[in-house]
């Protein structure tokens, strides 16, 4: 199993064709407690870049992107009830969603997990 981490502060992580999405642990730190989560539904159809779901803050609401393109085949359900998951474990239990990877080449762009600190240090 692979992680990889975007620019735009998500992490995804692949298995074979499949790939979990949420956002990191810098980011929900940026966006404070959250309160609101819209994830995607099953078989809704992104290209890479695409909005793909909302997180509402106390501080700001934000768009987080499809880091590749693919089919989603699961919205994390339990972000519904309890959206301050992606507070307490944002890269276990509080992802936001699942997809079908419609083009792996997509993956070589994204940094692993040693070049994403070096990115957040630059912040």
């Known amino acids: 199993?692979?992680?990889?981490?975007?620019?735009?502060h998500e992490w995804i992580e692949v298995e074979g064709d499949d790939a979990t999405i949420g956002i990191t642990?810098?980011?929900?730190?940026?966006?404070?407690?959250?309160?609101?989560v819209e994830v995607p539904e099953e078989g809704a159809d992104f290209a890479k870049g695409d909005e793909a779901a909302v997180v509402e803050s106390v501080k700001a609401a934000s768009d987080v992107y499809a880091p590749v393109s693919g089919v989603i085949t699961e919205g994390n359900p339990a972000l519904e009830e309890d959206p301050a998951l992606v507070n307490s474990d944002p890269e276990g239990e509080g992802w936001f969603f699942k997809l079908t990877l419609a083009?792996?080449?997509?993956?070589?762009?994204?940094?692993?997990?040693?070049?994403?600190?070096?990115?957040?240090?630059?912040?």
């Open 25 to 36: 642990d810098f980011a929900q730190e940026q966006l404070g407690d959250i309160v609101f």
């Open 1 to 8: 199993m692979a992680r990889y981490f975007t620019e735009e």
């Open 103 to 123: 083009d792996k080449s997509e993956l070589e762009g994204l940094m692993d997990e040693d070049g994403y600190k070096e990115f957040v240090a630059n912040l």
